[in-house]
């Protein structure tokens, strides 16, 4: 039986831009006719209820969500993982058929410092250890639950000779992982194991070695007094070291233990056992108080509740993942997240994997985990060195993977750096447009926030960089359009002139800028080539099966990467405002999924994504359902040739864009909910234009919507709610009447200043406005490895 909760536990593209106050007129015109704007309070709203969410709302999808272990999990894609986005440990069976349980250490900020190895050898992330709980007795069970709303790992192990009580967590604001056994007597002299790892990169079982590259030297293990510290020197300077400590208090052994890096001093063993001093100084307990206040207060900045048992369950865990894995001030998510394990791919990954590890942040509302807008501005010298030199004094670019600091170290010979390239030139490969794409990231943040400093300090500037450097190779051809030389579709395997990848996001950015300059009061000189690019480059290449790679070259094989459709999805530049273009998008999409064994896992997310764009809810849950069904593994990790988070997190926005959309200015409301998903909860959600969206779905239809708004930006809403409606004041659902008018094509516009809310409802309907959990349709196994 799973271990129980415990109850005591507790318009047009400048209007999308632009940040000015919203229009309204002096009537409210609505089927009915013509209201005064400014109508009193009605009597009828007398004893409607306040918007409340009670706090059992977030105990009762948060336990509900946990994950459960009664059978041992063996892999790292089976079984419990804690982290705070510097520190993660993932903890399983210790292979080989041993009679322990691993605890993994590692730590995003440990990497070698050779770039002359590229960004994969030389700047790879390094493996750090393990700790093995070694107990007296053979394991014969265990009943595991990881506690979502602590954070926290609790439970049992059985052995012959008793039994093991176990507590666990990462701490949310240091690194140190604090490991709790209470052992019954026939336990009591169980041990701990720390086990160094070799520390040289991951890549290293997968690919040869380059030239001159061997490994760092072992491992020291040092004693201080009673703390123990492994220290890891580098051959290139510098150090990581994993210090630990175990304390005894009444029948309890408690296990600290901290890792640090530096370079190129050798500071690291200092600051990690300062740490471990400092935490095992006080009670587990006590060091937890505020590592479960800060998870607390982080999921109380959102809530969804769904009736898909399995996909509600999905959803939570994804935000204790990102959380368990992301920081804005940590390095950006590697592939591997903070829990590295054997990978070919140790380090940063920008022509993908970065951009969809990030998008859930936006609507779930979490954007202090923003760790790409942060090192984007932080590194941004960097984004320059890593073109070529002739390119330098206007233009920037990322290459495919980096290092925490951004750094790619140069191509090598076998592959190992994979940098920026030059279009019409091979190798090394023409891969470019990674930085405009990372930038749309930043651009959904602005959109999120209307944050303008972020826009005049970051968004414009680096943008513009990086469509410069598409303009130094933009040229004009026999037909007058202007065209691309050969450039690299990610993964597709060939260059291809016109390259749909490149010709999507340069059209972006040009878009972008254009009405960023005119948001800003900015008259910029190259406003004229802007302009130009977007009257004159060349329409996306097309065949009779959809978009194509690039100009010559069709989509003609299984291809699990969407880069060739990114202006559907996620630019939103196209996005089947007529007929024809709508056509468009579905013969792509069928033709892409079409191609059986390549795909992978993030297929299904962008397939589900795009399929939401048209309205397509039953597409959207299918394609869940075969990512579910085909790749979500034990835990809701993923993996390919080795651990790849990307895609879980993906899955997460794919349900925001089923439940909320808001690009091109207008707030969608459940545009895309399959038939089965009769009842609906959101509350929180952050929209574009700075908004937060709170609404309920009853018995098949939208009962009510509230949206408050932080920017006092343009709010246009498709609600979907049936015949007339009411605006009234959100802020307590009892308010007068609020000002707004019909925009077509069922949207509303209504006139909301900063700090403001708005309620729709159907007119006359005053509904209950608590946020409580929705009853699920079908009973749902739990996550992890039930009995």
């Not at 419990?80 to 058929?97: F, Q, V």
Request: with cysteine; hydrophobic share 40%.
């Amino acid at each position: 039986m799973a271990t129980a909760p415990d109850p005591s536990r507790d318009p047009s593209r400048r209007t999308v831009l632009a940040t000015g106050t919203a229009i309204g007129g002096a009537l409210v015109v609505g089927a009915a006719g013509a209201i005064p704007a400014q109508a009193a309070p009605s009597s009828a709203l007398v004893g409607a209820d306040s918007l409340t969410a009670p706090e059992d709302s977030w105990r009762t999808v948060l336990d509900d969500a946990d994950l459960v272990w009664q059978k041992m999990p063996k892999t790292w894609y089976e079984g419990p993982y804690l982290g705070n986005g510097y520190l993660g440990s993932g903890i399983y069976a210790e292979p080989g058929g041993k009679n322990a349980v691993r605890f993994n250490v590692q730590h995003s900020e440990v990497q070698d410092h050779r770039p002359q190895f590229g960004s994969l050898f030389g700047l790879a992330r390094l493996p750090i250890g393990h700790f093995t709980l070694e107990p007296v007795g053979a394991i014969t069970g265990l009943d595991w639950r990881l506690r979502l709303r602590d954070a926290e790992l609790t439970g049992t192990i059985t052995t012959t000779a008793g039994t093991l009580r176990l507590r666990a967590f990462v701490h949310t604001k240091t690194s140190v992982l604090a490991v709790e056994i209470t052992p019954s007597e026939g336990e009591k002299n169980f041990r701990w194991v720390f086990h160094p790892a070799d520390a040289i990169s991951p890549r290293a079982a997968f690919r040869p070695l380059p030239d001159g590259y061997t490994g760092n030297p072992p491992a020291v293990v040092e004693r201080h007094g009673e703390l123990t510290a492994a220290v890891q020197p580098l051959l290139a300077g510098g150090q990581h070291v994993t210090a630990w400590r175990e304390r005894t208090q009444d029948q309890k052994r408690t296990l600290y233990v901290s890792v640090a890096h530096s370079f190129p001093k050798t500071t690291a063993r200092d600051r990690a056992l300062r740490t471990v001093r400092g935490a095992s100084s006080v009670p587990y307990d006590v060091l937890a108080l505020p590592h479960r206040t800060w998870w607390e207060r982080f999921y109380r900045k959102s809530f969804l509740s769904l009736p898909d048992a399995r996909l509600q369950r999905f959803y939570w865990i994804q935000l204790y993942k990102t959380a368990a894995a992301a920081r804005r001030d940590a390095p950006v998510m590697a592939t591997c997240g903070p829990w590295l394990e054997s990978t070919p791919w140790p380090n940063t990954w920008w022509n993908l994997n970065v951009q969809l590890e990030y998008w859930l942040i936006q609507g779930s509302n979490h954007l202090e985990l923003d760790a790409v807008t942060r090192a984007l501005g932080e590194f941004r010298d960097q984004l320059t060195a890593e073109v070529a030199a002739p390119y330098r004094g206007d233009s920037a670019g990322i290459p495919r993977t980096t290092d925490t600091r951004l750094v790619n170290g140069g191509a090598t010979p076998n592959g190992n750096g994979y940098g920026v390239g030059i279009p019409g030139q091979n190798p090394p490969t023409p891969e470019v447009g990674n930085l405009a794409w990372a930038l749309h990231n930043v651009w959904l943040t602005y959109r999120h926030t209307m944050d303008q400093s972020l826009l005049r300090d970051l968004l414009f500037p680096l943008l513009r960089k990086a469509v410069n450097y598409y303009l130094h190779f933009l040229g004009p051809g026999p037909d007058g359009k202007l065209h691309l030389p050969p450039t690299f579709s990610p993964e597709y395997g060939v260059d291809a002139p016109d390259c749909n990848y490149d010709l999507m996001l340069l059209r972006w950015g040009c878009r972008t800028l254009i009405d960023s300059a005119a948001e800003l009061g900015i008259s910029d000189p190259l406003e004229p080539r802007w302009q130009e690019v977007l009257t004159r480059l060349v329409p996306y290449p097309v065949d009779a099966n959809g978009y194509m790679i690039g100009a010559g070259v069709p989509f003609a094989k299984s291809h699990r990467h969407y880069s060739h459709l990114l202006a559907v999805y996620p630019l939103y530049e196209i996005t089947g405002r007529t007929p024809q273009e709508r056509a468009l998008i579905e013969k792509s999409l069928s033709h892409w999924v079409s191609f059986e064994g390549a795909l992978q896992g993030y297929t299904f997310t962008g397939a589900a994504s795009m399929s939401a764009l048209l309205g397509k809810g039953e597409d959207a849950l299918k394609y869940l359902g075969e990512l579910m069904t085909r790749f979500i593994q034990a835990n809701t990790m993923y993996k390919e040739s080795g651990p790849v988070i990307e895609t879980p997190l993906s899955a997460a926005q794919s349900l925001h864009d089923m439940v909320c959309q808001s690009w091109g200015g207008v707030i969608r409301v459940f545009p895309a909910l399959p038939a089965a998903w009769r009842e609906l909860v959101v509350h929180d959600f952050r929209t574009q234009g700075a908004f937060l969206l709170s609404a309920v779905r009853e018995a098949g239809r939208t009962r009510w919507i509230r949206i408050t708004s932080e920017a006092g930006a343009p709010c246009v809403v498709r609600h979907g709610i049936e015949g007339e409606i009411e605006v009234r004041d959100g802020r307590d659902g009892r308010g007068g009447r609020l000002r707004w008018e019909e925009a077509g094509d069922g949207t509303i516009r209504i006139r909301l200043r900063k700090g403001e809310s708005a309620l729709i409802t159907a007119r006359g309907d005053r509904p209950d406005l608590r946020i409580r959990p929705v009853k699920p349709n079908a009973p749902a196994p739990a996550w992890g490895l039930p009995a």
